[in-house]
Every structure is written in C-alpha cells, then in structure tokens.
C-alpha cells in the first residue's frame, strides 16, 4: 500500500515537493488556504487539495511543511497533535524561541529538510573528509552567490545561511560557534554576508559567503586539508575535483588535480525518499530538530553580529 502524506503549502517550492512525493509513489493531500493553489495541486495529480488540516479525509503517514519561513513554526505547532512525523523546510524557524520550542514539544518526531546534505557532491566530500584522505581538515569554504531574494518574507540570509551551515555540518559532523560575521553591503541592503565560524585557534575555519546582488550565480563549496583539498565547483557538476598536496605547495611542483565522478540524483528527490524510508519504518532523515535548532541559533548569532537591523 501506498503511504499517504500530507503536504502544508504548495508554493513554487511545494510544486517541486508534490512533484517528487508522487514520483515516489506516494499518495499527497495538499493543505493550502488558496483556491487556486488548490486546484493547481489536483492538476498536478495530488490526491486531494485542502483549506484546512481537518478536512483531509484519510490518515496521513507524516507531513512534510512547505510554507513560508514565517509561518514554520505556526505550521508544525499545528501538526503536532497528529502524533506524526514531520519534514519541514529550512530553516525550522526564524528564531531561535520558537526553534527551542519546537524541539522540546516535537522530538524525534521533527526533521528539517537540509538537501544539500543529499547532494551526491557533498556527500562525496563528507566521505574523503571522514576517510581522513584529505589529512587534518583545515578549512571549509562555501559561496553562494545569486541574483535577488527568491523569498520576500525574510530576508536573504535566513534563506541562504542554513543551506551552507547545514553542509558544513554534514562535512564535519558538528558546526563551530560564529567567530565573526560582517555585511557586504550598507544598511538597508542587509542580506549579503560573510561569516566565519571556529572555535579556536587550532580549529577548522568555516567561510560562508552569500549574496544576493550577483548577476552570475555562484554555489561552490571547498574543503582544505593538510594533504588534499577538495572542492564542488558548482551545483550542477557531476564530479568533484581533488588535488593533492598541502596549502600553499608551489605549483610548479603540483600533481594533477583529479576528477571523481559523484552521482546526479537531485538531492531533493533524495531527500523525499529517506523521509518516505523512515515513514515505512527506515532510520530517520538528515538532519533532526536539534540539528535544526544549532542552524537557527548559528544564523541569529550571525545577523547579530553583522548589524542586521531588521526583523527577519
């Protein structure tokens, strides 16, 4: 039988979720309180399309949340007494009270919906840096450049942070505390930022640079180890490159960087499968409600330190 799911939200990210929940073979009843949304949902090939949670006519299996950042917290809130497991979108909320909250009411029934953790390319990453191939890690850098906020409902670093937060932690199995945190651009384009996070002089540095005032988008993430660095030079690459040697080894002297071939399943579809595995029984998704809340409080702590002045 066909597990059955409930889908909160079905916006222009939540037609990409419906799109893989079918493909997957699930059942989906779409809660969305637009009449259109809702029958663009049945077009699409949803099950059924609701105003409200009450009125789903069958028991769900989870719920997967696909609403706006502001309203996350509200829509788990009012998913909790199914007893359910739920997959929310990133972030898991915009503060970290409400993340807090969260943690302590849902538990392990709670997961935030980290793709990048599923790309085949960090993956392969996380995997040369746990092998140790690369030597001591020394660093890990990320860049996500692109043009405009894609959601207006909060602004551009609490769509963009977690996305490089949660690579780091999948490369490095724990997230440092934020060192420091600047903006790029003056007050009122708060969004674009710089952030390092470390927790000590002998400890990894991570970099994350994101923006939105680039017309050439840019997502790349960079590993350097004391032996090899490693790097996904873009989202859509279907290898990541290797190259031997200490920071700083002179060129001339260098091996030949080395392509490894990852695979080019999308993480979203992946992402959806491992919820779907857990719902049949299957160890639970990356990454947990706690994981979820260290990337809320990481966020918060660098927008304060950059001087963002407004709310959200």
């Known amino acids: 039988m066909s597990l059955s799911v409930g889908l909160v939200g079905c916006g222009h990210w939540g037609r990409n979720i419906l799109r893989d929940l079918l493909a997957l073979g699930a059942r989906v009843h779409v809660v969305v309180p637009s009449a259109e949304s809702r029958q663009r949902a049945k077009t699409l090939g949803a099950a059924g399309a609701w105003p409200e949670l009450a009125a789903i006519p069958e028991p769900v299996d989870g719920f997967v949340v696909a609403t706006p950042t502001k309203l996350h917290a509200q829509s788990i809130e009012a998913l909790l007494p199914s007893g359910r497991p739920i997959f929310v979108e990133k972030p898991m909320a915009d503060e970290p009270a409400a993340a807090r909250r969260l943690v302590a009411a849902a538990g392990g029934r709670l997961f935030v919906m980290d ?12 995997q040369l840096a746990r092998a140790g191939e690369l030597g001591r890690v020394l660093a890990v850098r990320s860049y996500r450049l ?3 906020n894609p959601h207006g409902d909060r602004d551009i670093a609490w769509h963009l942070m977690p996305h490089d937060l949660a690579i780091a932690y999948e490369i490095l199995g724990r997230l440092p505390a934020v060192e420091s945190a600047r903006a ?3 007050h009122p384009y708060d969004g ?8 000590g002089p002998d400890d990894v540095r991570v970099t994350i640079e994101i923006g939105g005032a680039h017309p050439v988008n840019r997502r790349s993430v960079l590993v350097v180890g004391t032996k090899k660095s490693a790097q996904l030079a873009d989202s ?17 002297t260098a091996e030949p960087a080395e392509r490894r071939g990852i695979g ?3 993480p979203l579809y992946l992402e959806l499968a491992a919820f779907l595995g857990h719902l049949r029984g299957g160890p639970p998704p990356r990454s947990s409600a706690a994981e979820g809340l260290l990337i809320v409080e990481r966020i918060a702590a660098a927008r304060q330190l950059a001087g963002f002045d407004r709310v959200g």
Do not use: F, Q
Request: charged share 20%; with cysteine.
């Open 236 to 252: 859509y690459d279907d290898c990541i490159i290797v190259r031997a040697g200490a920071p700083g080894s002179p060129a001339r």
């Open 192 to 199: 674009d930022l710089i952030a390092t996070l470390c927790d």
């Open 184 to 186: 790029v651009l003056p």
């Open 115 to 126: 793709k990048w953790r599923y790309h085949p390319g960090i993956e392969a990453l996380a």
């Open 146 to 148: 692109g043009w405009g």
């Open 264 to 266: 080019n399943t999308m």
